[in-house]
């Protein structure tokens, strides 16, 4: 296991490396200048030329590049040349939002899949399954920010039953119980297509597991099909789960961001989407980064969580 966890964690370097060269080539090549924000109609061609050389656009992009990779090694991800803030306390203060709704909507998503997917799979063909097949189909098709958008209509403009934006209340932002209130729609977005994706994973695993030889050895023993679905079969179902979160966590991030900017979350999406339309490179490369790690530890995780779940992994160098 430790020489495994080496090696990924060696792959790690190299492919952040990659990732922040082509993203650095990108974001520059971008169309737009960011001291567009600095200019004034009054403003002499002078003091515009150095507002662009103390920010150091005036270098090469490669030089750019090597400044920045410096100072990122250095634990320095720059200021925001809008915010005029270090892009790590800006990070620092929007992160545990994020965290927190991917983790409430990864956390609903497997409480509600499992069952579901093991009554769709027991129930093979009947109108439980037929529904939940529906249900998932709807799940997977349906954009994000439409989904969001719906729940509001519906939950906060029409029946004025949950706030429509924001993380807190003005005036009662010492409530947690507010806080849930309005994590309660972004949650339900984010973890609908995951749901919807896990429920028919699931099914599928289940309808192969129920045909396995000790499913009918335990029904020749008089086990109940019940008793052999939720001792014997949903063990085996849940390695493969395991997997699938790994693959979905790019899928959760990103997801993470589109609902963040449809519910005004006051986390890294939202933070991501404004430093992109205001061309802020530092906050800009700082997301990216962040995101990209997000998604490789994920799937290093559930690679490891796989092989301490199945024995059989364990011994694969």
């Not at 109108?127 to 969001?148: C, E, K, Q, T």
Request: charged fraction near 15%; charge should be positive; include cysteine.
């Amino acid at each position: 296991m430790n020489n495994v966890l080496v090696r990924r964690l060696a792959q790690l370097v190299p492919m952040l490396f990659f990732i922040s060269l082509v993203s650095f080539l990108l974001v520059k090549l971008a169309p737009g200048d960011p001291i567009q924000a600095y200019i004034t109609p009054r403003m002499n061609p002078e003091d515009i030329e150095r507002i662009r050389q103390s920010l150091g656009l005036d270098k090469p992009i490669f030089m750019q590049y090597l400044l920045w990779l410096k100072n990122v090694l250095q634990g320095d991800l720059g200021y925001s040349l809008i915010y005029h803030r270090p892009v790590l306390t800006m990070i620092a203060e929007r992160i545990p939002a994020t965290l927190g709704l991917m983790g409430a909507s990864l956390i609903m998503a497997m409480l509600l899949a499992i069952p579901l997917g093991l009554l769709a799979g027991a129930y093979k063909h009947r109108w439980l399954d037929h529904f939940l097949n529906m249900f998932a189909y709807i799940g997977i098709s349906v954009p994000i920010f439409w989904f969001g958008i719906l729940l509001i209509t519906v939950f906060s403009v029409q029946l004025n039953w949950l706030p429509s934006m924001g993380m807190r209340t003005i005036g009662v932002e010492d409530s947690w119980l507010d806080v849930v209130r309005h994590g309660i729609l972004p949650c339900i977005a984010l973890s609908f297509y995951n749901l919807s994706t896990y429920v028919r994973y699931i099914r599928s695993n289940t309808i192969t597991q129920l045909s396995a030889d000790y499913v009918q050895t335990q029904l020749a023993y008089g086990a109940t099909r019940r008793s052999i679905l939720f001792r014997h079969v949903l063990k085996n179902v849940l390695l493969p789960v395991i997997t699938l979160f790994g693959i979905s966590f790019g899928e959760l991030v990103v997801g993470a961001y589109v609902t963040e900017s449809v519910f005004s979350w006051p986390g890294m999406g939202l933070l991501g989407i404004q430093s992109i339309t205001s061309l802020d490179y530092p906050l800009i490369m700082a997301m990216i980064m962040l995101s990209s790690t997000m998604i490789i530890v994920g799937n290093l995780v559930a690679d490891l969580l796989y092989r301490v779940a199945d024995p059989r992994i364990k011994a694969l160098r």
